[in-house]
DNA sequence: GTCTATAACGTGATAGAC
DNA sequence: GTCTATCACGTTATAGAC
């Protein structure tokens, strides 16, 4: 039936309308803060209607969570994970995928570090991403760069937490970084923009430095 | 009356005894999931106290939430504007300062950036230092560096969001960090630790990277 | 200053008409 | 499926006794 899938494009049905409002809110917002009003006015919906197809607040967060942890950590598996990429490909791969994907949803990074925060961890053991990271191509292929010396810092995580720290850190500060360069938004786009190229480059400065 | 001043130390009076537990839980919890019974149970006192010393929920957040954004960037302005240190000096003092100050709090960066989302960026126009950043003498040390040639990136902007992604990132990710690594709370210490000599080292070679 | 009791309000959820 | 009206509950804040 054609005719009914062009429609759910252009008119989405009422379930996929609050679900879409509700990940906007709870994105800006947090689960604490948001009410189950804000989440109907953004859907332009009736608010029993949020009952009727969700159940409760915390059942139709639960699924915007996962929906988002699992989209988020997907594309940082498949690119760790691929054998056919150097390490180095795979950084720029990651700057410059996570980059064009937090710009389009830049409340994403902030929004899942406060939920863990409030829920504790215990939500990453559903996802398989976090088991593996430490077995990943990734991991072997840097530690088989450190036993060549072209690494001189042996631990994975360390540069880990340096590629996201530059990746993400700038969008969990921006209003920090838009106050003090007094930037607006669009000029702090173009910053971004510019770190998809840098950021590989920093971090191979980095890999050789002592 | 030094007699007074010791009972002060070592037994907190009442109001003293609530904003402390108002910090540790605001911190923790944020603004909307926090309850004020959980701040009273918190200081062990009666949940009445704490409206008959601070009139309300948001006034006693508001107090908490500008001594902490004052002791936080109130370190970093001292840093930056100190004429008698170099630009390398600047970044070890900066990493090896603000990762003991957060070691002591971890829950501080998170809780900053998280309460700004909310409130939105207004609260920033309050503390002087976001002003003057730009002013600073690092600032003009940087841009002095880039003319002498001995930096490549002009933008001292992106320098500084390298340096707080790299001493940031990591406590505002650490429970991603700790499941990924099956990091316990005290090797997770010792990663930080071992940062305050590496991010400098780190930084240095990204001056120069190009 | 500190307590108990309670008021006043906001919010999540549902019943029941359409 | 969608709406209006309303309930049930938790939370902030205060009144008033001590």
């Given at each position: 039936m054609p005719a009914k899938k062009l429609k759910q494009l252009s008119e989405p049905n009422t379930e996929a309308k609050i679900k879409a409002a509700?990940?906007?809110?709870?994105?800006?917002?947090?689960?604490?803060?948001?009410?189950?009003?804000?989440?109907?006015?953004?859907?332009?919906?009736?608010l029993a209607l949020l009952n009727y197809y969700f159940r409760s607040k915390e059942k139709l967060f639960e699924l915007v969570m996962m929906e988002t942890l699992?989209?988020?950590?997907?594309?940082?598996?498949?690119?760790?994970?691929?054998?056919?990429t150097s390490l180095e490909k795979k950084i720029e791969l990651v700057a410059?995928?996570?980059?064009?994907?937090?710009?389009?949803?830049?409340?994403?990074?902030?929004?899942?570090?406060?939920?863990?925060?409030?829920?504790?961890?215990?939500?990453?053991?559903?996802?398989?991403?976090?088991?593996?990271?430490?077995?990943?191509?990734?991991?072997?292929?840097?530690?088989?760069?450190?036993?060549?010396?072209?690494?001189?810092?042996?631990n994975p995580l360390q540069f880990l937490m340096n590629m996201l720290g530059l990746i993400v850190f700038p969008f969990i500060g921006s209003p920090l970084i838009k106050k003090v360069g007094k930037l607006s938004d669009r000029q702090?786009?173009?910053?971004?923009?510019?770190?998809?190229?840098?950021?590989?480059?920093?971090?191979?400065?980095?890999?050789?430095?002592?």
């Amino acid at each position: 039936m054609p005719a009914k899938k062009l429609k759910q494009l252009s008119e989405p049905n009422t379930e996929a309308k609050i679900k879409a409002a509700a990940r906007i809110v709870f994105h800006k917002k947090g689960y604490a803060a948001t009410r189950t009003r804000d989440i109907a006015e953004e859907a332009k919906m009736n608010l029993a209607l949020l009952n009727y197809y969700f159940r409760s607040k915390e059942k139709l967060f639960e699924l915007v969570m996962m929906e988002t942890l699992g989209s988020f950590f997907m594309a940082m598996g498949m690119v760790f994970n691929d054998a056919s990429t150097s390490l180095e490909k795979k950084i720029e791969l990651v700057a410059e995928k996570y980059i064009d994907l937090i710009t389009a949803e830049p409340e994403i990074p902030l929004f899942i570090m406060s939920e863990i925060r409030s829920e504790g961890a215990a939500i990453l053991e559903k996802l398989p991403f976090m088991h593996m990271v430490m077995q990943s191509t990734f991991v072997s292929q840097y530690k088989h760069a450190v036993k060549a010396g072209k690494i001189t810092e042996p631990n994975p995580l360390q540069f880990l937490m340096n590629m996201l720290g530059l990746i993400v850190f700038p969008f969990i500060g921006s209003p920090l970084i838009k106050k003090v360069g007094k930037l607006s938004d669009r000029q702090f786009d173009i910053l971004m923009k510019e770190r998809k190229k840098l950021i590989p480059v920093w971090m191979k400065a980095m890999l050789k430095a002592k």
